[in-house]
T-cell receptor
Framework: AQTVTQSQPEMSVQEAETVTLSCTYDTSESDYYLFWYKQPPSRQMILVIRQEAYKQQNATENRFSVNFQKAAKSFSLKISDSQLGDAAMYFCAYRSGAGKGANSKLTFGKGITLSVRP | DGGITQSPKYLFRKEGQNVTLSCEQNLNHDAMYWYRQDPGQGLRLIYYSQIVNDFQKGDIAEGYSVSREKKESFPLTVTSAQKNPTAFYLC???????????????FGPGTRLTVL
């Protein structure tokens, strides 16, 4: 079974600075997808960014980018120019790329709470 | 507006009662999911459905039941058999469940269930 580990329960960043959130995962599969979701105080899960394992190029979405290290099974999220609205809980998630049914589920880490200091 | 709606936002249940959480989507998505979130935990899959009139158990299905009579709707019933139902429940949907693309799951705003 796949597992996702977010070892840092909390992080803090100064507004306008850069912060990196760590995520590692364990899998025996070669084809899979990785996601970062944001959960603000409203508690709705919002997709931040996603990465296909077969792509070597790291995904980027505006101020958000990932550092995907497949061999190390690491998938960190970098937030540049941090804003107050970035304060939230961030979850790393894994999805198998193979087959149907149960393989479509997302396996989540426990999340990291990010606070942004003005 | 296209999206996923969940109701109610807050729900209180007495012990021994069954309650049903609503999830509706107008995104024309094929697959729908129910997750449970507990404090300090990630989300765990309860049930999922790929097509109408078909659904499968997830990792923690005991004490829950679902139906999928319409593509747009995937209600979750929390039965009295669920020993610790107090949690935050999130519904999600995705365009299709199989294929080479990740078929990203999009989430509703959630329902907070409290057992009194």
């Amino acid at each position: 079974a796949q597992t996702v580990t977010q070892s840092q329960p909390e992080m803090s960043v100064q507004e306008a600075e850069t912060v990196t959130l760590s995520c590692t995962y364990d899998t025996s599969e070669s084809d899979y997808y990785l996601f970062w979701y944001k959960q603000p105080p409203s508690r709705q899960m919002i997709l931040v960014i996603r990465q296909e394992a077969y792509k070597q190029q790291n995904a980027t979405e505006n101020r958000f980018s990932v550092n995907f290290q497949k061999a190390a099974k690491s998938f960190s999220l970098k937030i540049s120019d941090s804003q107050l609205g970035d304060a939230a809980m961030y979850f790393c998630a894994y999805r198998s790329g193979a087959g149907k049914g149960a393989n479509s589920k997302l396996t989540f880490g426990k999340g990291i709470t990010l606070s942004v200091r003005p | 507006d296209g999206g996923i709606t969940q109701s109610p936002k807050y729900l209180f249940r007495k012990e021994g009662q069954n309650v049903t959480l609503s999830c509706e989507q107008n995104l024309n998505h094929d697959a729908m999911y129910w997750y449970r979130q507990d404090p300090g935990q990630g989300l765990r899959l309860i049930y999922y459905s790929q097509i109408v009139n078909d659904f499968q158990k997830g990792d923690i299905a005991e004490g829950y039941s679902v139906s999928r009579e319409k593509k747009e709707s995937f209600p979750l019933t929390v039965t009295s058999a669920q020993k610790n139902p107090t949690a935050f429940y999130l519904c999600a949907s995705s365009r299709k469940i199989a294929g080479p693309w990740p078929d990203t799951q999009y989430f509703g705003p959630g329902t907070r269930l409290t057992v009194l």
